[in-house]
């Protein structure tokens, strides 16, 4: 294999080797169910701890409020029926959320309706922000739950989360953000932010797959997902995944030490590659976000013109380059990304389009090599494009 570069980062990222050789470490000597009361489950128990209050650390909020979960995906569905069944319990009330919000949410919005809950949707802008005028007409005292993503996974667009939840709390409501593509990018912090929920997970910030975290705000409501043993309180079932959530933990306290140097290093990365691009290619246009603080730093979503955002991806695969057409959940579809058409774009540019994300362990000679092989990519394709 010749040279490969990873810029799919929003899709997952490599494991720090810091958190590698701690859970490398850990693996073989603990190994007890940190549910038991005996040295071994003890010891286990203690990495547990270690991590909660490291990621308590990072999100602004008390060890307490911290639930491990198998992912931000069982995190946001455990909110979303949380809602539902306050809204049956009451018999009424309403969800508000986007349109532009993780396929998790996506899907359990479907979900809930097919069940008779009430869920509105409010629309984005062409910057791929929530439009606040149809937000504030969309809240009113049956708002049971208000959530909004921190940080778009396709165009990187960070939305206003401090100003939302003061709305949803006004008129009652709980708010909930998924902050999963902000963290160890964008300062989040439950207090300031005056969460009631937030969800994210550990592999997108250079931890390992498969554990989650949900922040739920002390004596706030809430009902397991999965149940089953007393795990965390009882609002989370099943035997913990002592090294994952330690690695986790791990990652969390890098993220936070890292926070201001690696966001500056994300956005000049991906700020060259945006002016390579522009300066290089005719017929682009750059989707989402434009403002530096309304952005995920590492995040470039880019439509070319008569081409097709799959055939970018496979001659970039060819060359050694990792990119996106979108959400990585949506991949194998040949549908447009859902979230591009809500920003607005019209069918064949969205099709057209191609997510660049960056993380940590990319360097700006990677920029440079993605610089020298597009353009002639694009100029090919354009070259035998029908369309
Ligand atoms: C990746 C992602 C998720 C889902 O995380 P899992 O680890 O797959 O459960 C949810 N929301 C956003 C914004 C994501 O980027």
């Not at 940190?34 to 128990?45: L, P």
């Not at 029926?81 to 349109?99: E, H």
């Not at 989040?188 to 550990?202: E, F, Q």
Request: hydrophobic share 40%; charged share 25%; net charge negative.
């Amino acid at each position: 294999m010749g040279r490969l570069i990873y810029l799919d980062n929003n899709a997952t990222t490599q494991m720090a080797p810091e958190v590698l050789d701690a859970i490398t470490k850990a693996e073989p000597v603990v190994y007890g169910n940190a549910s038991s009361m005996h040295t071994f489950g003890r010891e286990a128990g203690k990495l547990v701890e270690d991590s909660r209050k490291n990621i308590a650390d990072l999100l602004d909020c008390d060890p307490s409020e911290i639930i491990f979960t198998s992912g931000a995906s069982e995190a946001n569905n455990t909110v979303f029926m949380i809602a539902a069944s306050i809204i049956q319990k009451r018999g009424g009330g309403r969800i508000v959320t986007t349109t532009i919000e993780h396929p998790c949410i996506m899907e359990s919005v479907k979900y809930l309706r097919t069940k008779g809950i009430h869920v509105d949707q409010v629309p984005v802008n062409r910057d791929g922000r929530v439009n606040m005028e149809a937000l504030e007409k969309l809240m009113g005292p049956d708002v049971v739950l208000v959530s909004v993503m921190t940080g778009n996974n396709e165009t990187g667009s960070v939305q206003p989360i401090a100003k939302i939840s003061e709305m949803a709390h006004k008129c009652g409501a709980l708010m909930h953000t998924d902050a999963t593509q902000a963290i160890g990018k964008l300062k989040v912090s439950c207090r300031d932010w005056n969460l009631d929920y937030l969800s994210c997970s550990g592999h997108k910030f250079y931890g390992p797959k498969g554990v989650g975290v949900l922040y739920a705000r002390k004596g706030i409501p809430f009902e397991p997902f999965v149940h089953g043993g007393e795990q965390e309180h009882g609002r989370r079932a099943g035997t913990y995944n002592t090294i994952g959530i330690y690695g986790t933990g791990v990652a969390a306290k890098l993220a936070k030490e890292n926070i201001d140097e690696e966001s500056r290093k994300l956005w000049a990365m991906r700020e060259r590659l945006r002016e390579g691009i522009i300066a290089n290619i005719p017929n682009v246009t750059v989707n989402g976000c434009k403002e530096r603080e309304n952005c995920l730093p590492g995040t470039l979503d880019v439509s070319f013109e008569n081409v097709e955002g799959e055939s970018i991806l496979l001659m970039l695969d060819m060359a050694g380059v990792a990119v996106s057409t979108g959400s990585a959940c949506a991949t194998g579809s040949l549908e447009p990304s859902y979230v591009l058409l809500a920003c607005g774009l019209d069918v064949e540019l969205a099709h057209g389009s191609i997510r660049f994300s960056f993380g940590r362990f990319n360097t700006m000679e990677d920029v440079d090599y993605v610089l020298e092989i597009l353009p002639p990519i694009i100029k090919r394709l354009r070259a035998i494009s029908t369309r």
